[in-house]
């Protein structure tokens, strides 16, 4: 009978990468985890301590938090309503960039239609301009349509910003599907939608996931464009909404902390349900096989 094998003891080379890479990491883990306990910090101090400059505070409460759920602060009247904009608005950019980005990209890679590869590049030109730059002309775009203090205006901002990355990501991916499968779906009989729906999205789908997933990010993070286009508060976004706050000359710093805190969830538990997408789906036609 032959006996199994032991497993190889770890050289010194092994552990000294570990050592490199814990030595590394853990210092960046600490820079990146100390603003989220800062800011929880903040959440679950009362007023008088938020500024002790303590590690934990001496009476942690969650009364921030029931202030803020219950609008019982003059900033936070319309709470429930500007995060409701925020869900609106960051969910239909990421659908409407994901329907561009789908059909353009399965155009360009699958159908090889003419002019594919000037929409590349074109589309790749876009992000030599930083979005900053265009605020102002986006201003003067959707006042000209009448889409000022309109979510719409600002859905279609960040479909404008999202969608040249977007196409650019998911044609890559795409040109790594074999051909040989739309062939075959060619051969049986499929149509161009039949192909589209039944062979490209299905195989499409973790670069699909982690584009959606960017695009409605981008979108629930976005300032600039918000605060241009939107100005009624019951039409803003909860990122503008924050920076109300800051007009105050006695800022209350710990409802401000708590209404970030709970407004970075969203976004923590989407790429906690998405991630094992989000790695592969972005990173999908980097390097040609």
């Not at 306990?37 to 001496?58: C, Q, R, T, V």
């Not at 991916?173 to 075959?184: G, I, M, R």
């Not at 976004?237 to 902390?257: C, I, K, Q, R, Y």
């Amino acid at each position: 009978m032959k006996r199994p094998s032991l497993p190889a003891l770890p050289t010194w080379r092994d552990v000294g990468t570990e050592a490199r890479l814990l030595l590394i990491g853990i210092p960046v883990f600490i820079w990146t985890m100390l603003p989220i306990y800062h800011m929880f910090l903040f959440a679950i101090s009362p007023k008088e301590d938020a500024f002790a400059g303590k590690f934990w505070p001496d009476h942690p409460t969650l009364h921030n938090f029931e202030i803020v759920f219950r609008q019982q602060h003059y900033f936070l009247r319309d709470f429930w309503i500007q995060f409701w904009n925020s869900v609106v608005i960051a969910v239909a950019a990421g659908a409407l960039t994901l329907l561009i980005a789908t059909a353009a990209a399965f155009s360009i890679s699958r159908l090889r239609t003419p002019g594919g590869r000037w929409v590349m590049n074109l589309a790749l030109m876009t992000y030599f301009i930083p979005a900053a730059f265009l605020a102002v002309p986006m201003y003067r775009t959707m006042g000209t349509y009448g889409l000022l203090n309109n979510h719409w205006s600002l859905i279609l901002a960040m479909v404008t910003i999202a969608s040249p990355y977007a196409i650019w990501v998911l044609k890559q991916a795409s040109d790594k599907l074999p051909v040989e499968l739309d062939e075959a779906a060619i051969m049986d009989g499929a149509t161009t939608l039949q192909l589209f729906r039944l062979v490209y999205l299905p195989l499409m789908v973790p670069s699909l996931v982690a584009i959606g997933t960017y695009a409605l990010l981008l979108a629930w993070n976005e300032y600039l464009y918000a605060f241009l286009l939107l100005s009624k508060d019951t039409d803003i976004t909860l990122p503008v909404a924050l920076g109300n706050f800051l007009a105050a000359d006695d800022s209350p710093w710990e409802l401000l902390m708590t209404t970030g805190f709970i407004y970075a969830l969203p976004p923590a538990a989407i790429y906690y349900a998405f991630r094992r997408y989000m790695v592969g789906g972005l990173t999908a036609g980097a390097v040609k096989s």
